[in-house]
């Protein structure tokens, strides 16, 4: 199910939201004896801890949201400082919580990330690391560290980073096992990073299912859950969000609104940060829309491990930085959103839908638009079975010059198990190879689908293939000797899917009389055709063997390729394979199999 990616890592993991960790860091940040009067400056009301000042055996509290919108208060004791342990130059801050919030979820849970810890009414960092098991220890990112955020530019430097476990020396481990409940085993492999629950809206059940499956095997740090939609637009102000509030980052909105969940750190003036620790770890260069969050409670899951349960509420600006410090913030700035439109109309049960997806960022059209596309389909065709679909679809956008483009495609599907699917692997794969295209960096305005649905599956399966020689006889074979100039025939036998009866097509190929060697016919249906598989499904191969010289180019080659209700035959000579000759047949139903003839030339 998830299949199809590029742009963020492997294709499985780009399908669970098309989501993979890169690493962005800018060192071009204040001096590190003016971070603390930086800080103070744009926050009056919040006093910075250094990292040095910090020391085993301090008390304090911190602020969460585990209902509703108002944060409540947790203790801590600190239990250490560590040296370089999420970085070079990067401190850990270990705390030990207790209190009525973390008695209720039996420990730090997932959504956590960014919640304020204070000492002495100076904040020392937020909560953003946790064992594997469920426990009250937690590692703080220092707020000395998450303040750079602050005065980060807009296109900051980067540099890589790699993500991993942050190890403990011996005596906090000791120390953790003999005065906490976290097991040895959670202890000595490191803290990590805590997961941010994802909520997803549009996709549910065994979709989702399949997503957590996905993104655990992908070791991302995302916990998916379904989740309600919520609307674009920044609505509210600096008031909607405050420390220890919930905190939405935003990547769709709409039929499929998608959004990271975690917990607002600061707000200062007409800025906030976040999470104390990355989204997607991407810098400056991916943003996301910001929004407040509406916690209705937190989760007690004993497999996947408690997580907080929030709606997107309402928009609140644009999240334009994503460090390993945590992210940043612009209130009341509006995200720019690529509309993703559809109307789909489903035979079985004669019901409609018109929808409506906007896309914050263009690395998530590709994903995005697919899951709108089938959770559209599944809600008016009513199951999940196979069945038939038709598709056409418009893509318009910009290059980097800002001049408009526009692609525009059909096809037909068919499947035994899950039309919802099949129906959107071309599209996926096609707005990946424009995302990705070797010629012009683009940007997507817009994505309009309109399709159909039904039970039927009109599926044509290739059987078998006769061959003639000139207008001989008919007969089977999987080898054949042939002169220059000759006349091949092929008939070519179908069987519709779940039917006795059968159909016959014939195609017709003539030998180049420039030819020389042996080669190969393949007789396929274009549902099958590797050259434009690997292309739609991979983003790879997408010139059909054609020389692309071009982005008008390559939309043309997209826009024409074979469609998966024709029946193709394709002459293939010499040490590459070359296509020489090629007829093709289109039918009223998907075709689908492959059969090959050995040719010899004479």
């Known amino acids: 199910m998830f299949g199809l990616h590029r742009r963020w890592g492997t294709r499985a993991g780009a399908f669970a939201m098309g989501l993979a960790l890169?690493?962005?860091?800018?060192?071009?940040?204040?001096?590190?004896?003016?971070?603390?009067?930086?800080?103070?400056?744009?926050?009056?009301?919040?006093?910075?801890?250094?990292?040095?000042?910090?020391?085993?055996g301090m008390a304090g509290s911190g602020l969460t949201v585990t209902k509703g919108r108002t944060p409540e208060r947790f203790?801590?004791?600190?239990?250490?400082?560590?040296?370089?342990?999420?970085?070079?130059?990067?401190?850990?801050?270990?705390?030990?919580?207790?209190?009525?919030?973390?008695?209720?979820?039996?420990?730090?849970?997932?959504?956590?990330?960014?919640?304020?810890?204070?000492?002495?009414?100076?904040?020392?960092?937020?909560?953003a690391f946790g064992f594997s098991a469920t426990s009250r220890v937690a590692g703080l990112t220092p707020a000395e560290d998450m303040v750079k955020v602050l005065d980060f530019a807009a296109q900051a430097p980067a540099a890589g980073l790699a993500d991993g476990p942050v190890m403990l020396p011996r005596w906090l481990k000791d120390r953790?096992?003999?005065?906490?409940?976290?097991?040895?085993?959670?202890?000595?492999?490191?803290?990590?990073?805590?997961?941010?629950?994802?909520?997803?809206?549009?996709?549910?059940?065994?979709?989702?299912?399949?997503?957590?499956?996905?993104?655990?095997?992908?070791?991302?740090?995302?916990?998916?859950?379904?989740?309600?939609?919520?609307?674009?637009?920044?609505?509210a102000g600096v008031a909607a969000l405050e420390p220890g509030s919930t905190f939405a980052a935003a990547l769709s909105y709409g039929?499929?609104?998608?959004?990271?969940?975690?917990?607002?750190?600061?707000?200062?003036?007409?800025?906030?940060?976040?999470?104390?620790?990355?989204?997607?770890?991407?810098?400056?260069?991916?943003?996301?829309?910001?929004?407040?969050?509406?916690?209705?409670?937190?989760?007690?899951?004993?497999?996947?491990?408690?997580?907080?349960?929030?709606?997107?509420?309402?928009?609140?600006?644009?999240?334009?930085?994503?460090?390993?410090a945590g992210i940043r913030a612009l209130l009341g700035v509006s995200p720019d959103l690529t509309s993703v439109t559809s109307t789909f109309r489903a035979l079985n049960t004669g019901m409609s839908r018109d929808g409506r997806t906007e896309i914050v960022h263009r690395d998530f059209v590709p994903f995005t638009t697919f899951a709108h596309l089938f959770s559209n389909i599944d809600s008016v065709f009513d199951q999940i079975t196979g069945g038939s679909s038709t598709l056409t679809w418009r893509v318009t956008g910009t290059t980097e010059s800002g001049a408009t483009w526009e692609l525009n495609r059909s096809n037909l599907y068919a499947d035994e198990f899950d039309i919802s699917f099949?129906?959107?692997?071309?599209?996926?794969?096609?707005?990946?190879?424009?995302?990705?295209?070797?010629?012009?960096?683009?940007?997507?305005?817009?994505?309009?689908?309109?399709?159909?649905?039904?039970?039927?599956?009109?599926?044509?399966?290739?059987?078998?293939?006769?061959?003639?020689?000139?207008?001989?006889?008919?007969?089977?074979?999987?080898?054949?000797?042939?002169?220059?100039?000759?006349?091949?025939?092929?008939?070519?036998?179908?069987?519709?899917?779940?039917?006795?009866?059968?159909?016959?097509?014939?195609?017709?190929?003539?030998?180049?009389?420039r030819t020389r060697g042996s080669g190969e016919i393949d007789v396929l249906g274009g549902s099958g055709d590797e050259l434009n598989f690997e292309c739609f499904f991979f983003g790879e191969n997408c010139t059909s063997e054609e020389d692309v010289d071009s982005f008008q180019e390559l939309i043309e080659v997209l826009e024409n390729a074979p469609t998966n209700n024709q029946l193709i035959a394709r002459l293939r000579m010499g040490a590459r394979r070359n296509v020489r000759v090629q007829d093709v047949e289109t039918l009223d139903q998907v075709v689908a199999g492959r059969k090959r003839i050995r040719l010899i030339v004479r």
């Open 176 to 235: 953790i096992v003999r005065n906490t409940d976290v097991p040895r085993e959670a202890v000595d492999e490191g803290l990590r990073r805590l997961k941010l629950p994802f909520t997803v809206s549009g996709v549910s059940g065994d979709r989702i299912t399949k997503v957590k499956r996905v993104i655990e095997s992908e070791e991302m740090p995302l916990l998916p859950h379904s989740g309600p939609a919520a609307q674009a637009g920044v609505t």
């Open 422 to 513: 099949p129906t959107g692997f071309e599209i996926l794969g096609q707005l990946f190879t424009l995302l990705e295209n070797d010629f012009e960096e683009i940007d997507f305005s817009s994505v309009e689908l309109d399709g159909t649905v039904e039970e039927d599956i009109k599926l044509l399966r290739i059987e078998k293939v006769l061959v003639s020689l000139n207008g001989g006889d008919f007969v089977r074979k999987r080898r054949i000797r042939v002169s220059r100039g000759d006349l091949i025939g092929l008939r070519v036998v179908l069987v519709p899917f779940d039917e006795e009866t059968t159909q016959r097509v014939t195609l017709r190929l003539r030998v180049p009389r």
């Open 22 to 56: 890169s690493a962005s860091l800018a060192p071009d940040v204040p001096a590190a004896e003016n971070r603390a009067a930086s800080a103070a400056a744009q926050c009056p009301g919040t006093a910075i801890m250094p990292v040095d000042q910090v020391a085993a």
């Open 255 to 324: 039929d499929v609104t998608q959004a990271g969940i975690g917990t607002t750190t600061m707000v200062c003036g007409d800025k906030a940060l976040a999470f104390g620790h990355p989204f997607f770890f991407q810098g400056s260069q991916v943003q996301l829309g910001a929004n407040a969050g509406n916690t209705m409670t937190i989760i007690r899951d004993d497999f996947w491990g408690p997580y907080k349960l929030a709606a997107v509420a309402e928009g609140v600006g644009l999240m334009d930085q994503d460090r390993l």
């Open 75 to 127: 203790n801590v004791e600190v239990l250490g400082v560590l040296p370089n342990e999420i970085a070079p130059g990067r401190d850990m801050i270990v705390v030990e919580a207790s209190g009525p919030p973390i008695d209720k979820a039996g420990g730090i849970w997932f959504g956590m990330s960014g919640s304020p810890v204070y000492v002495s009414n100076k904040l020392i960092g937020a909560v």
